[in-house]
């Protein structure tokens, strides 16, 4: 079984900034892509950014330039920079992370969500 506990969000004013962290941990034996996700009041999850076992990263054009992914592979945890914070960024933000197990199964895990609030 894999774990993903998530951690960073918060309230913020607008131009504000967050960092959100993921760390995986459980029967692990390697893993690949690693995002972040998000979901507004009444709208549909949608994928705000995600990086690579090799550490391509692609975004959202809605958080292009405002937003960092990164990963520390050996902690096992992926974050996310979020900067120039504006008030429709406001989502439960979810971590997902596809994992290959002990027994080389791969499936995707996801986090248990961490609300970000901008409003001033």
């Known amino acids: 079984q894999v774990e993903l506990v998530e951690s960073g969000g918060g309230l913020v004013q607008p131009g504000g900034s967050l960092r959100l962290s993921c760390a995986a941990s459980?029967?692990?034996?390697?893993?690949?892509?690693m995002g972040w996700y998000r979901q507004a009041p009444g709208k549909q999850r949608e994928l705000a950014a995600v990086?690579?076992?090799?550490?391509?990263?692609t975004y959202a054009d809605s958080v292009k330039g405002r937003f960092t992914i990164s990963r520390d592979s050996a902690k096992g945890t992926v974050y996310l920079q979020l900067s120039n914070l504006k008030p429709e960024d406001t989502a439960v933000y979810y971590c997902?992370?596809?994992?290959?197990?002990?027994?080389?199964?791969?499936?995707?895990?996801w986090g248990q969500g961490t609300q970000v609030t901008v409003s001033s």
């Open positions: 459980g029967s692990i034996r390697s893993i690949n892509a």
């Open positions: 997902k992370c596809t994992v290959m197990d002990y027994f080389v199964y791969t499936r995707d895990y």
């Open positions: 990086i690579s076992s090799g550490g391509s990263t």
